[in-house]
């Protein structure tokens, strides 16, 4: 009885064991799918990604020898950050990056990246604390769901090709300490950050920006409909008075005016000197 219990005991702790083993092997190899979906997702002229990135191995913490990826620990293949600055790469945001379920960092600069943000960019990288997307080519606007990111420390869109207002929402990043949207095409009031401030420098070369550390926003005027729709009455009044009065002075006579000729058929025209007025 003993060794049967003891049997059972061993049993249960092995499956314990073999299912956290298969657990903690699955979420690595989302790490791994991760990885490869970036490699087909974007164009490398350079195959600075291929040349090191070599997915035939099964071993643990193969891809933390890879160029630009950092993992949690060296012996195991979760990914910590991916860092891939100035490396020539083209192609489109690589939304495969969700399937780094555990990234905290991503630096995509100086690239030829296109199209716009995600829109669930906070959906696919809640973990991220550093994100530097500065020197592409992103269009569109900045999608309000970074605003998710709440551990973004680091966020950086500078000189790309977005438009439009900034987020709101992203004042509300209490973690931020550096933000930059210099040199894009946007506009309207900059974020109001819950804590820190955010220098002039950061909003630069947006010729539409205002409120913060840049020049105060301007409130639209109202429009005056009273006085438009008196003004509009009175010029109404000025024309029609101007049609039916039938006369123009040329020299010392009076003679009815030609422009409202049509109007003025029934008019009796008198000679007459200076004073003498016409009779209707």
Known sequence: MAHYRVFISVSFYACIWAFLRTSTASSHSTDIYCLKSIED????????????????????????SFTGVQCWHPNENKVFSLSLPKMKL????????????????????GNEFHGPIPL?????????????LSFNKFSGKIPSSIANCSYLNDLNLENNELTGRIPQQIGQLDRIKNFSVANNRLSGQVPNFAKGSIPAESYANNMGLCGGPLEECTKPRKINWKVIGYTLSAASVMVVLACYVPWVRVGEMMWPNRKCRGRTSNIEKISFSRGVVLNF
Not at 91 to 107: A, H, K, Q, V, Y
């Open 120 to 132: 669930d960019i906070g959906k696919r990288m809640p973990y991220v604390t550093r994100l530097d």
């Open 41 to 64: 997702s974007v164009e490398d002229p350079d195959n600075l990604l291929r040349s090191s990135w070599n997915f035939n191995n099964d071993s643990d913490g193969f891809i933390c």
């Open 90 to 109: 083209k192609g489109r945001f690589p939304r495969g990056i969700e399937n780094c379920t555990s990234l905290t960092g991503l630096d995509l600069s």
